[in-house]
């Protein structure tokens, strides 16, 4: 097994315009010499929430695909990790991001889908997520268990957002459907409920920065602050271990200091079907053009080659294989 180890790490572009989901048209030539190169087609890929990095990165790999290859991409907001796969696997998208527990359930058939192994690859690891966990000051809330009561977002329904907040709370001792006021919000609503008190704090799930999260605290000031979610660690690798330590660095949001939390990698998911030679040619895109997802958002600059294959349980695309040399 390879291990999941993560580095520990606005907007800059307009995204592509976004497709509302559709058929794969494309196919392999198997040719030998074009086992590498795209073919004529289009493609979908699900995003997550259109103030999450996911959309922003998406949108920017559309781009980089439709410029730089035959096919034509766009990127869709989406409820984020599970739905994506669920769609996915449906036919509605040819490419989904997801959190890598959350695609490990779905290779397992646990969690969201429990007793449905979904038959998913990997084109590459991407960018680590990190936990964000941010309340009010005046919550009294200064750990998970605090939130016993308390009005939390917990992310999209099917987010990777929300299994990761109910994770939590069972890490915590909390039961999520009776202990905690769940509110299954957007970011955009999130954001607003923050803003206006109706929430005493949220659980987020994204790369860094987050455009509304920095919004949130540019807007609030020391009227929230972010929590230290690592006493829930060990418990949560029991459930998944892809789970690891992380660290939000102060000046990523103007914090006094830096905050320990819990990160975990992303995926860039496909079906088995996808056809070699688009996998290749958009697996080599990836680290041939990651200068350029840089400029997109700076979570990209996280993308590793050196661990992009480093996906296990989820299985690496036989293309992805090729694109890094076999």
Not at 12 to 28: I, N
Not at 66 to 86: C, F, P
Not at 221 to 238: C, G, H, N, S
Not at 286 to 303: G, S, Y
Request: proline fraction near 5%; include cysteine; hydrophobic fraction near 40%.
């Amino acid at each position: 097994m390879r291990s999941w180890k993560v580095p520990v790490a606005v907007l800059a572009v307009a995204l592509v315009a976004v497709g509302c989901g559709g058929k794969r048209e494309t196919s392999d030539t198997g040719s030998k010499t074009a086992a590498c190169e795209a073919a004529d087609g289009r493609i979908t890929i699900a995003t997550g929430n259109s103030g999450g990095v996911y959309y922003v990165v998406g949108g920017g790999l559309a781009k980089l695909i439709s410029d730089n290859t035959k096919l034509k991409a766009t990127a869709a907001e989406t409820g984020a990790s599970v739905q994506n796969i669920q769609q996915l696997v449906a036919g509605d998208y040819d490419m989904a991001f997801s959190l890598a527990d959350t695609a490990a359930d779905a290779v397992k058939g646990k969690g969201a889908f429990e007793g449905k192994p979904q038959k998913i690859q990997a084109l590459t690891r991407l960018y680590p997520n990190y936990t964000q966990v941010l309340v009010r000051a005046s919550s009294g809330i200064n750990s998970i268990a605090d939130m016993k009561g308390k009005r939390i977002s917990t992310g999209s329904p099917k987010s990777g957002t929300e299994v990761i907040s109910n994770r939590l709370f069972a890490a915590a001792g909390l039961d999520p459907e009776k202990d905690v006021q769940a509110q299954r919000l957007d970011l955009a609503k999130t954001a607003d409920g923050m803003k206006d008190g109706s929430l005493d704090g949220l659980i987020w799930s994204g790369g860094l920065p987050t455009a509304q999260i920095t919004d949130i605290t540019t807007s609030l000031k020391d009227q929230v602050k972010f929590i230290d979610i690592t006493p829930q660690l060990a418990k949560l690798k029991e459930v998944n271990s892809v789970y690891d330590k992380g660290t939000i660095p102060a000046a990523t949001y103007g914090q006094p200091a830096d905050v320990p939390t819990v990160v975990v990698p992303n995926v860039l998911l496909v079906k088995a079907d996808f056809p070699d030679a688009n996998a290749c040619a958009i697996t080599k895109l990836v680290f041939q053009k990651k200068a350029e997802l840089e400029k997109v958002h700076p979570a990209a600059k996280d993308i590793i080659k050196e661990k992009a294959a480093m996906t296990d349980p989820v299985p690496l695309h036989a293309g992805s294989l090729d694109a890094f040399g076999g």
